[in-house]
């Protein structure tokens, strides 16, 4: 990839995610963009070649607007998956100290994560939420507001300073970014992979979702998350987006996601690719390539001659 478009503008937590890329790191030029419909647009129309957009927080959840724009619209497929620390600063012009400020900008999320900060330190304060934590510490820079909470990339980018540091809530908070890039077939299996996709049911009926969830569990896939999005048909009617140890390539993978095209009524494959944490999955017996293999030998043994 020679350009990849991220969240931006400058000083986000998503560019940060981004410059651990090693497309980055071998010379692919960044680009800002205001939202990630934008983001993942420029990729759909040839702009960019790939794009960078959280996908979930590990205190906020999933990203829904990433989840609905990969349902739906040009098919495109994840290709790498970034895992970043979420360390909230908050930021003022030099000189400016708690007691001085009247107004916080930030982005709704980052809100979310530093209510009891903001509570404990008892500031006389109004908060008003940006499109982004970048822009809460632009506005600052610019003399609209007393004080931004934003990643701590964004005081170098605007000539802040930290008037107080790490003031997350939750000390381990991490975002999962997945970099986005038009269907070229799925990256490489690793042994350490994850697999992506959204399932629409064929029909609302009792035990619709577990026959989905059984086309994992008999062969041994673990799946690593499960969420329902409204599909905006009519009210009640659900798509499932799944995450899954293991790749397309792998057997048990490969069986599975052929079993949900026979009970639903779509499959989008949304990538096969390397898991952040390099951690390869437990097989239990009788799960490898190779009991499949031998699996299907047996069968043609029994459909040629009985035995």
């Not at 007691?99 to 006389?124: I, K, M, N, Y």
């Not at 890039?181 to 029909?203: H, M």
Request: glycine content about 8%; some cysteine; proline content about 5%.
């Amino acid at each position: 990839m020679h350009s990849i478009a991220y969240l931006g503008p400058a000083g986000t937590f998503a560019e940060a995610a981004a410059r651990q890329l090693p497309e980055v790191a071998g010379g692919a030029d960044l680009r800002p963009v205001a939202s990630v419909p934008a983001a993942l647009e420029a990729v759909r129309e040839g702009m960019t070649d790939g794009a960078l957009v959280p996908l979930e927080n590990s205190v906020e959840g999933s990203v829904n607007t990433t989840l609905d724009e990969l349902a739906t619209g040009e098919h495109l497929l994840i290709r790498r998956e970034v895992i970043t620390p979420v360390t909230f600063d908050f930021l003022a012009l030099e000189g400016r100290h708690l007691g001085d400020v009247r107004t916080v900008a930030t982005h709704p999320h980052a809100a979310a994560q530093c209510r009891r900060w903001l509570r404990s330190v008892e500031l006389d304060t109004a908060v008003r939420l940006t499109s982004s934590t970048a822009d809460a510490a632009a506005s600052v820079a610019k003399g609209e507001f007393d004080a931004a909470i934003a990643a701590p990339l964004a005081a170098d980018q605007y000539g802040l300073v930290a008037v107080a540091r790490d003031i997350g809530d939750a000390r381990h908070a991490v975002t999962r970014f997945v970099l986005i890039g038009r269907p070229t077939g799925p990256e490489e299996r690793t042994g350490a992979d994850r697999t992506s996709l959204v399932a629409y049911i064929a029909e609302d009926h009792s035990g619709a979702l577990m026959e989905v969830l059984n086309e994992f569990a008999v062969r041994g896939v673990n799946l690593t998350r499960i969420e329902s999005r409204p599909t905006g048909e009519r009210l009640g009617r659900y798509c499932f987006f799944l995450d899954c140890e293991g790749h397309i390539a792998d057997a048990r993978v490969g069986e599975a996601l052929s079993g949900l095209f026979r009970v639903c009524s779509e499959v989008r494959y949304l990538g096969s690719y390397p898991r952040a944490d390099h951690v390869a999955p437990q097989q239990r017996p009788g799960t490898t390539d190779a009991d499949f293999s031998a699996a299907a030998d047996w069968l043609r043994g029994l459909r040629s001659d009985g035995r």
